[in-house]
C-alpha cells in the first residue's frame, strides 16, 4: 500500500461507510422494547424449562444413589 494513498483510501472508505449507514432501516423505540421484552420472556421461559429439568433428574438421580 502506497503511504501517499492511504488518507484517499480512508476518505473513500469513510464515505461509503456513510453512505450504506443511511440505507439502514432502523426499528422504532416501540419494535425495539417489544423486541427485547420477547427476548426476555423467551429467556426466562427456557431458563425456568431447564432448572425444572436439572431439579427431577437431579432428585431422580439422589434417589438413585441412595438406594
Known amino acids: 500500500m502506497n503511504i501517499i494513498s492511504?488518507?484517499?483510501?480512508l476518505f473513500?472508505?469513510?464515505k461509503q461507510v456513510k453512505t450504506e449507514v443511511k440505507k439502514i432501516n432502523w426499528p422504532t423505540r416501540k419494535e425495539t422494547i417489544r423486541y427485547?421484552?420477547?427476548v426476555i420472556?423467551?429467556?426466562a421461559a427456557?431458563?425456568?424449562?431447564?432448572g425444572g429439568l436439572d431439579?427431577?433428574?437431579g432428585?431422580?438421580?439422589?434417589?438413585?444413589?441412595v438406594l
Open 55 to 57: 431439579f427431577v433428574f
Open 12 to 14: 473513500l472508505y469513510l
Open 59 to 65: 432428585s431422580l438421580l439422589r434417589k438413585l444413589i
Open 46 to 50: 427456557v431458563a425456568i424449562f431447564l
Open 6 to 9: 492511504f488518507p484517499h483510501k
Open 36 to 38: 427485547a421484552l420477547t
Open 41 to 43: 420472556v423467551i429467556s
